[in-house]
């Protein structure tokens, strides 16, 4: 596989669930995020991982546990989740350098919290 | 307060006339925008850059023209193509193009029609 791949595609859980998103990349980077994106607004970043270590957590509800066990895998852990953060969940990944870093994007978890 | 700005949330073009999707942003210490595409189902993916120092970058059928002073950047795609429908994000960052500094915008719909 290349690219960064994330799962599951779509997940549905209770509010009372424990639930893990998975995020994989193929690209050699030394970055990896979360995004959350709601209908009708702008993504949203979640976590930074730079080399494994959590850079930035831009004031996500404790209920969202991130985890990076090695600069190619990054966990969302979730519990607890209201009906509101019911969106999509994209990984991404970069290579961070000066100039600027493009972001790689996986295809997203579907989360709907009912 | 929305930073980044994409007024238009649908475009609609024929096939093979140029498709021109809009972004203004009110931050003056942006230095750097890209613009991301994405697929129903897909995550988005890097489309094309400017850095500020240029007010225009070119890149097959895609140009993305940047007006400091007015605040906003443009990308064309000329001729436009069926596979180009998709969803458009503009994004933003103050510091070189650092992903975990992007900014995006909502996103722009482009149906390119046969």
């Known amino acids: 596989e290349t690219g960064v791949t994330q799962t599951p595609r779509h997940l549905v859980m209770g509010m009372t669930n424990k639930k893990s998103l998975k995020c994989e990349q193929h690209l050699g980077h030394n970055a990896m995020y979360w995004y959350k994106q709601s209908a009708k607004k702008p993504l949203e970043l979640m976590f930074v991982y730079n080399f494994k270590e959590q850079t930035e957590n831009n004031s996500v509800p404790s209920r969202f546990s991130p985890e990076c066990p090695n600069s190619s895998h990054l966990f969302l852990h979730l519990h607890t989740l209201q009906p509101e953060d019911s969106a999509l969940y994209l990984c991404?990944?970069?290579?961070?350098?000066?100039?600027?870093?493009?972001?790689?994007f996986g295809q997203g978890t579907r989360l709907t919290v009912v | 307060d929305q930073q980044v700005k994409q007024n238009s949330p649908s475009l609609s073009v024929q096939e093979g006339r140029i498709s021109i999707l809009n972004c203004d942003y009110t931050?003056?210490?942006?230095?750097?925008f890209l613009w991301y595409k994405k697929y129903p189902a897909e995550g988005p993916t890097f489309l094309i850059s400017?850095?500020?120092?240029?007010d225009k970058n070119e890149d097959g059928r895609f140009t993305v023209f940047l007006n400091k002073s007015a605040k906003h950047l443009s990308l064309h795609i000329v001729p436009s193509q069926p596979g180009d429908s998709a969803v458009y994000f503009c994004a933003a960052s103050a510091f070189g193009g650092a992903t975990n500094k992007l900014i995006f915008g909502t996103g722009t719909l482009l149906a390119v029609q046969p």
């Open positions: 400017i850095s500020s120092i240029k």
């Open positions: 931050n003056s210490m942006f230095d750097y």
């Open positions: 991404a990944s970069s290579q961070v350098r000066t100039g600027g870093d493009e972001a790689f």
